[in-house]
């Protein structure tokens, strides 16, 4: 990728409304475990979160920034401070 194109994505509609409700159900505790992990590393403090936009996107966008992949900017914070959800699990015997 060159960097001057948009980013396309082949994927069916009923991928992206999966992508979409998973994104919107984990939105919330995203949001939280960036707070926490700002709090943690001193970026910010527990008064100045109240001066956050209104929207949820729109705060976790005044951590990561809005700018094309934004999201793995969002997941790969939370997963490396091991606040990953787990939603699968595999069995070892």
């Known amino acids: 990728m060159t960097g001057k194109g948009a980013l396309t ?3 069916d509609e009923s991928t ?8 919107m159900e984990l939105v919330d505790y995203f949001l939280g475990c ?12 527990v008064e100045s979160a109240s001066h956050f936009p209104k929207s949820t996107l729109q705060k976790i ?9 934004w999201l793995a900017r969002v997941v790969r914070p ?9 939603t699968r699990f595999a069995f070892l015997s």
């Open 78 to 86: 939370v997963a490396n401070s091991n606040l990953w959800v787990h």
């Open 61 to 69: 966008w005044h951590h990561v920034g809005d700018a094309p992949g």
């Open 16 to 23: 992206i409304g999966r992508w979409r409700n998973w994104f």
């Open 9 to 11: 994505v082949t994927a």
């Open 34 to 45: 960036l707070v926490s992990i700002a709090i943690r590393y001193g970026r910010e403090s």
